[in-house]
């Protein structure tokens, strides 16, 4: 049928065709974008947030504003990284509009105990024992680690996405990778 | 049988400030993310500084296929999800401006949106089996009657179909679309093919 | 605001534009809601049972009406919107109001295609 060969050929297309139509006010086009980075988008989300509950709500509202300001969207092929800026920010924006003030205490954190109690070491893989260690930073070095790593923000971005001085985000994300080191390297 | 948990030997790891003779992480991993250029012959020469870097290249490779992993590990996106997107936006908001039909009786208004005009654009490949249609953008102020109007569409060619054909007769299904269902002043139409694109089709994989 | 001069006069011009030949669609002027339908994605009106989707306006100069439409791909746009214009002439004149001035914008125009698959 030839809807099924079109419907086809459009998932298949690259991200400056769908976007572009998408653009233009293609439904089909922009439920396209939306199969396509809805996993990454939770993902991340998931990662900012450490907790699940309010991940399809803020991906939702990301499309929302997608859809309304395409027009900022200057280059479509770009659209991958313009859609996650635009979930990372709201993301922020439910963290701070539930925490107000960056937690001093998150910063003063100790990096894991080297006394940790015996028990049975299980081998992981990289990326598992990445996701673990992930999950167990404290709030303020996991969203630098987050924005940095998996959302490509600089340091200055970092600073004013999260209200902080620029020294601090460096010193949370030494504070993080270090911490992260440790945990993963307790599990080889 | 016993388990000799065995504490990972953090200095191993070049991760306490005396094991990198005087660099912070900090500045291991601005040096890191600037390619360890330029040279800082103090840092290399470092076994401390060099078992922290080999610690944070790892780290950092893994962080970039994180997303990767955790997309991958999550479940299909379902019809209802895409429909629970689709009913919360407003689709006149795409609508762009009014295009004006040029009819004289001074009682009616009538008019047809850019956003029709451009789905008129794109269904024009309808007709075109080697052409997918992107982006279009009309050159010109479109909300005035008999204004010269310059189409620009950008497309992608489909595998296996002669390029400049399909070109051809994609201008020509748009000019004759544009024709009959608009009164625009169109001058040109502008066709840039960017990319050629495989398309696996249901057909193609049962033969 | 919109009112009605005659209840359920919106109604009725409604149902006169729909049941012109080449007419699909009316939407609520501004807004379209899309949803997925079978196989693709269709743009379709929305319906609310309390508010008609043609907008009615009545002054001392006269009726107002506007309507955004759906329409198939025909040979000649401007002829369609030409018939629809009368259509709500009729629905007008057969109430004795008048004189009007009628705004008539296509939203979306259903694929030449479309009824082929």
Not at chain 1, 75 to 98: E, H, Q, T
Not at chain 3, 14 to 32: F, H, I, K, P
Request: proline share 4%; glycine share 8%; with cysteine.
């Amino acid at each position: 049928m030839a809807g099924e060969r079109f419907r086809s050929a459009l998932e298949q297309a690259d991200d400056r065709i769908v976007a572009g139509r998408a653009m233009d006010g293609d439904v089909a086009a922009f439920a396209v974008l939306v199969r396509r980075y809805t996993p990454m988008m939770r993902a991340y989300t998931q990662r900012m947030l450490n907790a699940s509950a309010d991940v399809d709500d803020i991906v939702q509202e990301t499309f929302v504003t997608a859809w309304q300001r395409f027009s900022e969207l200057e280059d479509p092929a770009k659209v991958k990284s313009w859609l996650m800026r635009i979930v990372s920010r709201k993301a922020v924006d439910r963290i701070r509009a539930l925490r107000p003030m960056l937690d001093v205490d998150d910063m003063e954190q100790a990096a894991p105990s080297h006394s940790a109690p015996a028990r049975v070491v299980e081998a992981r893989a990289g990326i598992e024992a990445l996701g673990a260690a992930l999950q167990e930073l404290p709030a303020a070095q996991r969203e630098c680690w987050v924005l940095r790593e998996m959302g490509g923000y600089s340091y200055d971005e970092i600073a004013s996405e999260l209200d902080i001085s620029v020294s601090t985000a460096r010193g949370l994300l030494a504070r993080a990778r270090k911490f992260m080191i440790v945990r993963m390297e307790a599990w080889r | 049988m016993t388990e000799e948990q065995k504490a990972p030997d953090v200095r191993q790891l070049g991760l306490e400030p005396s094991d990198r003779d005087g660099h912070t992480l900090e500045e291991l991993s601005d040096y890191l993310e600037a390619g360890r250029l330029p040279v800082d012959p103090s840092i290399e020469g470092s076994p401390g500084c060099q078992l922290a870097l080999d610690a944070l290249e790892r780290l950092q490779g893994l962080g970039g296929q994180l997303i990767e992993a955790d997309a991958a590990a999550r479940p299909e996106v379902d019809d209802s999800w895409v429909d629970r997107i689709l009913s919360g936006i407003a689709l006149d908001a795409r609508a762009g401006r009014r295009i004006p039909f040029d009819e004289s009786d001074p009682s009616v208004d009538f008019g047809i949106t850019e956003g029709a005009v451009r789905g008129l654009i794109r269904s024009a490949e309808n007709a075109v089996p080697g052409i997918m249609v992107g982006r279009s953008t009309l050159d010109g102020d479109v909300t005035v009657v008999g204004e010269p109007i310059r189409i620009a569409i950008e497309v992608n060619a489909i595998y296996g179909e002669s390029i400049p054909t399909a070109v051809a007769r994609l201008r020509a299904e748009i000019a004759e679309r544009l024709h009959r269902q608009t009164d625009l002043t169109v001058t040109s139409i502008d066709v840039t093919v960017r990319d050629i694109q495989r398309i696996s089709s249901a057909a193609e994989e049962t033969s | 605001m919109s009112t009605t001069a005659l209840p359920g006069l919106a109604e009725r011009i409604e149902a006169a534009v729909l049941a012109t030949a080449g007419v699909r669609n009316v939407y609520r002027a501004g807004s379209l809601v899309s949803n997925i339908v079978g196989e693709g994605a269709v743009a379709i009106g929305i319906s609310r049972s309390d508010e008609a989707l043609v907008a009615v306006r009545t002054d001392d100069d006269g009726v107002e009406v506007e309507a955004s439409l759906g329409v198939e791909y025909s040979a000649n746009a401007l002829e369609l919107l030409r018939d629809v214009r009368a259509a709500i002439d009729k629905v007008l004149a057969d109430d004795g109001l008048g004189p009007v001035e009628i705004a008539l914008t296509i939203a979306y125009v259903h694929p030449r295609e479309a009824s082929s698959d």
